[in-house]
C-alpha cells in the first residue's frame, strides 16, 4: 500500500493533513523536511513533510495525492521541525503556518532555492600594486586619486576594504561596509583596479584579516569562563552589564572559543539598525563568514544566508527576530542582544517571544544561552531569582570611561521653544562649544501628534482609529501611526472653515526646525523611521555622526540603543512623564529602560557625560528610584510590586483579542470564549473580562479583548489547548476576527 504523507500546510487550521505520494515519485527519497506542492480546496499550496506514515484516519480512496516533490533535500531538520511544532502548540498557532513563517518569502511560495553564489567585486593584480604602494610609499600616498583620503575617500575606503579580503566580497556586503557605492565600483572597475567575480555563500570572509581584539577586564573574563564551562551542555546566563561595559567583546570571545570547537552560531539582535553594526565587528574579529538575515535585506540574499547556514557553511547567524529559525545543524552557542527589547515579540500572526525561544532552542540542543542587557528585563530577574538564570555581571565601564551623572530638570514652570528648557539649551551650548557632540531624544516622529483649529477646537483625529493624525510638514500630510492613514493637511479648519490651525505638540520633525533655528552652523542627524526611510540613509547618517560631521544628535528609538558615539557628553530626554501614568502595567518597566538606554550614548569614552530628563513630576517615586539609586533598585521594587498583584512573572497570561466593524459581534464572541474558558478552567485559572480593548476603534475595526492568568503556567497552557480548538466551532466566532496571544507583552 502506499504510504501517507502528513503534511503542514500554511492554513488557519490547527492540524496537519494526509497526502497519498506524487504520481511517479520514490517514496523511499521521501524525507522530513522537504516540501511539496499540494492541492487544497481550490488552490495549490506549499507544504512541509514532517511524517511518512503506514495509517490514516481517513479513508484512503478519499485522499488526494500531492502534486510534486520541491527538493531533493530537506530544507528543516529534525531538531527544526520539533522547535517549530513546539512553539505553534505553545503560542497557540496553526503549525503549518508556523513552519511556513520559518521560511525565507521564495521558499514558502514553492520556489526553487537561490544558488549560493552572488555578484560581487575583487582586487585584480593592479588594484594589489596600488594599494601596497600607499602603504609603503613615502607619506602613505597611492598613486592616483583614490590614494588620497582628502580627493577620493570613497574609492580609497573601497579599495581597502576589498584589501582585506583576497576572496572578494558581494556587492551587500560592500554596501554593509562602506555603504550605497555603485559609482565607486563602476568608476574603480574603469581603472582596472577592482573586478566582478562570483561569491560562494559560507566562503566569504574566511581569508580576511583577522583584528586582535582587546585585552578582557577581570568582569569580562569571569562572565566568558563561566559560559565556556558549559560548553557541551544547556545553561541560561543573564550577562547584565551596565551600557558601555563590553558585553560585546564577551559575545566575541565565546563566539570565537564555539568557532574553534567546530560550532556554530546564533546571534540575535532587536532592530535591524543594530545587525550591520553587530556585522561588521564581528566580520572584522571573525574569519568565517557571517551570515545575516533580517527584513530589511532582498529577499535572495537573505535566502542566501539562510541556505548557508543550514547546509553548515556559514559559521555565525546575526539576525533579527525570526532568525531564531534559522537552521543550524552545529548549533553550539546563542546569544541575544539587548534581551529586554520588545521586539523580540511578534506582534500580529505567529505570536512568538523570540527570547524565549532562543532558550528553548539551547535547551533542546545542549548548549549554553547567554542573554545580554544593561536593563535586563523583569522576566529575566526572576529567572535569576529562581536559580533557573546565572547572573554573569558587567558593572564597570570599560576603559577609562564613567557612568554619567543624571539629573532631573523640572520645567513645570519652564518658557519651552519646541520641547527644549532654557536650562537645556545652555547646557547644550556649553558642549557644542567645547567640541562635543550633543545628543536629544524625543519618541516621537513628524511634526506636532495633532493639529487643532483655534476657532472651533477642531482636532486631527484618524476617521478610522481611536487615535489623532501626526503632521509630517516635509511632505504636508496628517498621518495616523496606528492604521497608517494619510490624507493632505487642510488650508482651511474642515468643521468651520477657518484659516488658523495651529500644530500642538512636538515630534522630531519640529525639534530639528527649533535646532536647525538655534544652531544654524551645526549639522543636524535626525535619526527616525522617516528620516532613514531610504535603503543605506541611515548606515550614511551613523557614519557622519562618527566622522564628527554631526554635532546635534537627535532621534527616536533608532538612537538609543546599541550604538557608541564616545564624542556625545550629554543627552537629553525631552518626555519621559508619558510612561508615568499608563494604564499597562509594563510601561514604568519599559520607560526605565528606555532612559537608561538612553543615557548610556553619554560618557561612553574619556570624556564625562551627562543625562537631563525634562519632567513636569520630579518627585515621582518612579524616577526619584532610578535617579538616585538606579536601575537595579528600580528592578527589585518593581518585582516586589509584581508579586504583591499576582502579575507576570509571578503569573502567565493569554489574552484572546477580537475585532470586527460592528461594535457587538467582538463582546459577543468573547463573552461566549469566556463561558467555554469558565467550564474548562475549573477555578484553576482567572478569567478577566471581556473588556473594550484600550484602542476600541483602529482601522475601522471595533476590538475588544479577554484575559486569562494563572499562577501555573501548566495550567494555564492545558486549558489552551483544550480551549483554543474549540473557539473556532461557537456561532458567534464566525462574525469577528479573533486571535490569542500567550505571554502578551502589549494590551493595546
Not at 609603503?136 to 600616498?141: E, K, L, P, T
Not at 562572565?223 to 566575541?252: H, I, M, P, Q
Request: charged letters at 25%.
Amino acid at each position: 500500500m502506499s504510504p501517507i504523507l502528513r503534511i503542514a500546510v500554511p492554513a488557519p487550521l490547527y492540524s496537519c493533513f494526509d497526502y497519498l505520494p506524487p504520481p511517479g515519485a520514490d517514496p523511499a527519497a521521501l524525507k522530513r523536511g522537504m516540501r511539496l506542492l499540494v492541492p487544497f480546496g481550490r488552490a495549490k499550496r506549499c507544504g512541509v513533510l514532517l511524517e511518512v506514515a503506514a495509517e490514516t484516519s481517513l479513508e484512503r480512496d478519499k485522499l488526494r495525492p500531492a502534486l510534486a516533490v520541491l527538493d531533493s533535500d530537506p530544507l528543516l531538520g529534525d531538531e527544526d521541525l520539533e522547535l517549530l511544532l513546539w512553539a505553534a502548540a505553545y503560542y497557540q498557532h496553526p503549525p503549518g503556518e508556523a513552519i511556513a513563517a520559518a521560511l525565507p518569502v521564495r521558499l514558502r511560495k514553492g520556489e526553487a532555492p537561490a544558488s549560493l553564489t552572488s555578484p560581487g567585486w575583487r582586487l585584480t593584480a593592479a588594484g594589489v600594486a596600488a594599494v601596497q604602494g600607499c602603504t609603503s610609499a613615502a607619506g602613505g600616498r597611492m598613486p592616483g586619486a583614490a590614494a588620497n583620503p582628502a580627493r577620493a575617500p570613497r574609492q580609497s575606503q573601497v579599495l581597502q576594504t576589498l584589501a582585506g579580503h583576497p576572496e572578494g566580497l558581494s556587492r551587500d556586503r560592500l554596501h554593509a561596509a562602506c555603504g550605497p557605492c555603485l559609482p565607486v565600483l563602476r568608476t574603480l572597475a574603469k581603472k582596472g583596479w577592482i573586478e566582478p567575480c562570483e561569491i560562494v555563500a559560507g566562503e566569504e570572509g574566511r581569508q580576511g584579516r583577522k583584528e586582535p581584539g582587546p585585552p578582557l577586564n577581570p568582569a569580562q573574563r569571569e562572565a566568558v569562563a563561566a559560559v565556556r564551562a558549559r560548553f557541551g551542555g544547556f545553561g541560561a546566563f543573564l550577562l547584565d552589564g551596565v551600557t558601555g561595559s563590553g558585553k560585546t567583546e564577551v559575545y566575541l570571545s565565546l563566539v570565537e572559543a564555539a568557532l574553534a570547537a567546530g560550532r556554530q552560531v546564533l546571534i540575535l539582535a532587536p532592530e535591524i539598525a543594530l545587525t550591520p553594526q553587530l556585522m561588521r565587528r564581528f566580520q572584522r574579529r571573525i574569519g568565517p563568514a557571517v551570515a545575516l538575515l533580517h527584513s530589511g535585506l532582498a529577499e535572495r540574499e537573505r535566502e542566501r544566508a539562510w541556505l548557508a547556514a543550514g547546509r553548515g557553511q556559514a559559521a555565525v547567524a546575526v539576525g533579527t527576530r525570526s532568525a531564531v529559525f534559522t537552521p543550524l545543524p552545529r548549533l553550539g552557542l546563542v546569544l541575544v542582544d539587548e534581551e529586554h527589547d520588545l521586539s523580540f515579540k511578534q506582534q500580529d500572526g505567529f505570536r512568538y517571544s523570540a527570547r524565549d525561544l532562543a532558550i528553548v532552542r539551547a535547551r533542546r540542543r545542549g548548549c549554553p544561552v547567554v542573554l545580554g542587557s544593561a536593563t535586563p528585563s523583569l522576566e529575566s530577574l526572576r529567572n535569576v531569582e529562581a536559580g533557573r538564570y546565572h547572573r554573569l555581571e558587567l558593572p564597570e565601564r570599560a576603559g577609562n570611561a564613567r557612568p554619567p551623572r543624571l539629573d532631573l530638570l523640572d520645567i513645570r514652570s519652564a518658557p519651552l521653544d519646541g520641547g527644549l528648557s532654557p536650562t537645556l539649551l545652555r547646557l547644550m551650548q556649553d558642549e557644542l562649544a567645547a567640541g562635543n557632540q550633543v545628543l536629544l531624544f524625543l519618541n516621537r516622529r513628524g511634526y506636532a501628534p495633532v493639529v487643532t483649529c483655534h476657532h472651533c477646537g477642531w482636532l486631527s483625529e484618524c476617521p478610522r482609529c481611536d487615535a489623532r493624525m501626526t503632521l509630517h510638514l516635509g511632505t504636508r500630510l496628517l498621518w495616523c501611526h496606528h492604521c497608517g492613514h494619510q490624507r493632505p493637511m487642510p488650508g482651511r479648519c474642515p468643521d468651520c472653515g477657518g484659516l488658523d490651525l495651529r500644530p500642538l505638540g512636538q515630534g522630531t520633525e519640529r525639534l530639528e526646525e527649533v535646532l536647525t533655528r538655534r544652531f544654524p552652523h551645526l549639522p543636524i542627524a535626525r535619526i527616525d523611521r522617516d528620516s532613514t526611510r531610504r535603503k543605506g540613509a541611515l548606515e550614511k547618517m551613523l557614519n557622519g555622526i562618527h566622522a564628527g560631521r554631526y554635532r546635534i544628535l537627535l532621534g527616536t528609538q533608532m538612537l538609543a540603543k546599541g550604538h557608541h558615539f564616545p564624542d556625545v557628553t550629554l543627552a537629553g530626554i525631552l518626555d519621559v512623564d508619558q510612561g508615568l501614568f499608563s494604564a499597562d502595567y509594563r510601561a514604568a518597566e519599559r520607560m526605565a529602560q528606555l532612559i537608561e538606554q538612553v543615557g548610556g550614548r553619554a560618557g561612553r569614552a574619556e570624556k564625562a557625560g551627562r543625562v537631563l530628563l525634562q519632567t513636569r513630576h520630579p518627585d515621582h517615586p518612579l524616577l526619584q528610584t532610578l535617579v538616585r539609586r538606579g536601575y537595579g533598585a528600580f528592578a527589585r521594587e518593581s518585582l516586589a510590586e509584581r508579586r504583591q498583584a499576582g502579575l507576570p512573572p509571578y503569573s502567565h497570561q493569554a489574552l484572546l483579542r477580537a475585532e470586527a466593524p460592528s461594535p457587538k459581534a467582538p463582546m459577543a464572541f468573547l463573552e461566549e470564549a469566556a463561558g467555554a474558558a469558565g467550564t474548562l478552567a475549573s477555578g484553576e485559572v482567572e478569567i478577566w473580562g471581556p473588556v473594550p480593548a484600550p484602542m476600541e476603534r483602529r482601522a475601522g475595526r471595533v476590538r475588544a479583548q479577554l484575559l486569562l492568568q494563572s499562577a501555573d503556567r501548566g495550567r494555564l497552557q492545558r486549558l489552551l489547548q483544550a480551549w483554543t480548538p474549540a473557539l473556532g466551532k461557537l456561532k458567534s466566532a464566525r462574525r469577528v476576527r479573533w486571535s490569542i496571544d500567550v505571554d502578551p507583552q502589549e494590551m493595546l
